[in-house]
């Protein structure tokens, strides 16, 4: 290990972020006949900065899992020289300048976010467009140093908290395992399970999760969720995303029986489906009467509901978006939304006006996914218009392709489902205009003439 034997961190005189000894650690979290081993004297004291050394590769956990209090430490130290800190960030939570930190320091991003688009040198912010199941294994390929966030469970284990991603590639191969373990709040009861022996520091603090609000549906969202709501099944298995449309889709599902969840987020509008026996997962192939997810968002009950439900299971990337993995699903339906989309059915989802405001992210992922599974769909669902009515994201040609148009079955609006899977190429241009607002049609047609 490069920062030598295990250690622990003096945390300063910071009340919401405390030195914990590792050997305590270890003593908590594993059963008691085995804790005798473990009883030996605890070195001296070392600082954070000495687990970091010029040119590393540090990975830093994201979304609602991020080490806040390692991070907020991090900020205050004389940190190495030409650290490339790699993060695959969530836009609203994760608000970290890593550039900001030193003169010489650098960010590669996966996802591009408001803080990232404003970063102190925004020529050390590196975004590298990748799809999530290839994100696992480029960091499996090997970081020097891992940030992570651990919390226990209502039973003493000690668990990642509700993003775990990429936690098992970074934990296969990086030289140092720094971990925030956080009393603010209980791991879920389905949370990755983490080997106490693989943490060479852990550091303590007492910091509530993230909390992100339920969206506010409008009648748009809601038309468009009614939509969608029509063309899934019973039996079906289902990945969203996160938003208004997303939202409004799960609400209208209560009529369906024996849904199942597989993908990269849960959210209040699944567990609600799950509270009300609507999502059973009983008749997946694989992982019965579980429901799989990679990363789960919401508020304070919500927590506390995954800290008490054992069937909500939290996978890395590389099951949750693995098409081996989901092509043993049946019926699997991917609903995703976009930025636009052509008259060709080609997505873009990651850019607008010329600049890159978000990333490729899971969706082609599942899309592709979805074709694999017998009975799968792959639905991308949006508005019609953007910026008030005054722009059509039906559009002639899309700025950037993140989605081919061969990896879309079906398209929502507001105005109607397009099924473009077996279309020729025009009736699609047709199918396409008919999904735009009245406004736009007109012009769409004169571009769309084929």
Request: net charge neutral; with cysteine; charged share 20%.
């Amino acid at each position: 290990m490069s920062c030598g034997q295990p250690k622990w961190f003096d945390a300063g005189n910071d009340p919401a972020v405390r030195a914990v000894p590792r050997l305590l650690l270890i003593k908590s979290a594993i059963e008691p006949k085995a804790r005798d081993g473990y009883e030996k004297k605890v070195e001296s004291m070392q600082s954070l900065s000495a687990c970091f050394h010029t040119g590393q590769r540090v990975y830093v956990a994201g979304s609602s899992n991020e080490p806040r209090g390692l991070l907020a430490r991090l900020a205050t130290l004389d940190l190495p020289a030409d650290l490339e800190f790699i993060q695959f960030p969530l836009p609203g939570l994760n608000t970290t300048d890593f550039t900001a930190l030193n003169e010489t320091a650098s960010i590669t991003t996966f996802f591009m976010s408001a803080t990232l688009a404003k970063a102190a040198d925004p020529r050390r912010v590196h975004f590298l467009p990748m799809q999530m199941r290839a994100v696992f294994d480029y960091l499996s390929a090997g970081v020097d140093v891992c940030l992570l966030q651990a919390a226990f469970d209502r039973d003493g284990v000690l668990r990642m908290g509700p993003n775990v991603d990429f936690n098992a590639a970074v934990l296969d191969c990086a030289k140092t395992v720094i971990v925030e373990i956080n009393r603010g709040f209980v791991a879920p009861a389905g949370g990755l399970v983490i080997d106490p022996d693989r943490i060479d520091y852990a550091f303590e603090s007492s910091l509530p999760l993230p909390e992100m609000a339920s969206p506010k549906l409008d009648d748009v969202s809601l038309k468009i969720g009614e939509r969608v709501a029509g063309l899934i099944r019973d039996g079906d298995c289902l990945q969203t995303g996160i938003g208004a449309i997303p939202a409004a889709i799960l609400g209208q599902l209560t009529d369906k029986n024996d849904l199942g969840l597989h993908g990269g987020l849960l959210d209040g509008g699944g567990q609600a489906l799950i509270q009300l026996g609507n999502v059973t997962g009983q008749r997946k192939a694989i992982d019965p009467g579980q429901h799989v997810t990679g990363m789960a968002l919401g508020d304070h009950a919500f927590f506390n509901w995954l800290s008490e439900a054992p069937d909500v299971v939290f996978r890395g990337a590389n099951y949750t978006h693995d098409v081996n993995v989901i092509r043993q699903l049946t019926q699997f339906v991917s609903i995703n939304s976009a930025v636009e989309v052509d008259l060709f059915g080609q997505v873009n989802a990651e850019v607008a006006g010329g600049k890159q405001i978000s990333g490729t992210g899971g969706s082609v992922d599942f899309m592709r996914a979805a074709k694999a599974s017998k009975g799968g769909r792959s639905i991308v669902a949006m508005t019609a218009t953007a910026r008030g009515g005054s722009v059509s994201r039906i559009v002639s040609k899309v700025e950037m392709v993140t989605a081919l148009r061969t990896d879309v079955d079906i398209v929502v609006t507001e105005f109607g489902v397009a099924h473009m899977k077996a279309l020729n190429h025009r009736d699609r241009v047709k199918a396409m205009i008919a999904l735009a607002a009245p406004d736009f049609r007109a012009a769409l047609s004169a571009k769309g003439a084929v």
